[in-house]
């Protein structure tokens, strides 16, 4: 999907701009308008992989994490009967940075911007955004910010159940790495200088022989710098047209579609609970979720069935024409009928999310064991090459010598 560095006006009167992913410009000027900004300018970004690196090292990481500090605090406070000035200005204080960003937000709070506006400026998602917006419009921030919350912690334990479940496999292939360059780059040189000159090697020690070689020949470094550049363009591409061609692949592979759905599923139904549950019309928040999905066919998928919504269609009968997910469908339709869609979602994207983690784990227990039994008969190999020509050599040495 396009990058598109827009200049706009807010409710306010003052001129705002950004970046932003939408498939056109007239989409993305629709959902500046759900936010209360006028859009007097839009056009696409000329470096979008750098602009794209630009956002995540500009605030993603550190965003969410102050994310989650302020809505659970403002979430108290709010409780306990204060203003929103009052609690922001609180937790200022209770910020040991000299830049904290909670000063400027008091500031706009206190000249009569509401602070769904205030965020605007700061690299937090549209979906929390928007659910703001929603409780300042309801009455119900201190609700609201508590579900804003529950999700931001959701997200965190989530991710890290799976970087826990794929910590053990990197670590053991970084070991064998680790030791294979140790024996390729460090024993065999040393090793090949006790055979005489003119011996013929053993083949599998020439040819680690030969690898050890290649750092002193002069065409390794031209060689390196062609293998990056290569890598490089294929990053490039995967960003760009190559996304939509990887994301289908993924899609037809039996055991990766499975987690690449379930794991899509479980953020798009998550995010969409939330807002459900804040208020936010299923017609104006499952476009908001959805861009939040990594595979960009699914992403898609779900804005046509956001299409369809807002043209009358249930839920329910969107997703079982567009994705043909009968158990889902099913689902949704029953939340429909009771008029209970956003537990439900929520239900659901809590079981779609203990699927993708079982299934990930149970991977991980497969592919762990599989993994040491091959580096170590791997390691074995490359030690049994090393030392073999060894005990050769000292046999042929005569006795008594």
Known sequence: MPLFKWEGIDITGSICSGKEEASTSQELEKTLRTRGI?????????????????????????QSIHELFFFSNLAELLDAGLFVSDAIALMAQQQKEKDSYF??????????????????????SPL?????????????????SRLIAQYLTQQQEFR????????MPAITFGFFVLMMLVIIF??????????????????ALRILSNISQLPKRPLFLLWLSAMFCCIGLFIFWLAHAGRSYLDAIMLQLPLVRTWV??????????????????????????????NGLTNSLLRNKFLVIGKEIEMGAPFSQAIRQELHLEDLATIMALGEQ???????????ARWYEKQCTDSLLMVTQVIQPTLIIILGLGIAGLIGSVYLPILELAQGIPQGI
């Open 261 to 290: 759905l379930n794991r899509n599923l479980a953020n798009l139904l998550t995010s969409l609970g939330i807002m459900l549950e804040g208020g936010i019309p299923i017609a104006r928040a499952l476009p908001i979720a959805s």
């Open 160 to 167: 890290s159940r799976i970087k826990t479940a794929i910590y």
């Open 103 to 124: 000063d400027e937000i008091k500031q706009k709070v206190n000249q009569g911007v509401p602070l769904s506006a205030a965020l605007e400026s700061y690299k937090i």
């Open 338 to 348: 009771t008029g209970r869609l956003g537990q439900l979602v929520n239900r659901t």
């Open 38 to 62: 006028a859009m007097l300018q839009a056009k696409k970004a000329l470096f979008q992989a750098v602009d794209r690196a630009e956002q995540v090292s500009h605030g993603k990481k550190r």
């Open 186 to 203: 460090g024993l065999v040189p040393k090793i090949v200088t006790l055979f005489p000159e003119g011996t013929k090697l053993p083949n």
């Open 128 to 144: 929390i955004i928007s659910l703001v917006r929603a409780g300042e419009e309801t009455a119900s921030l201190t609700k609201t």
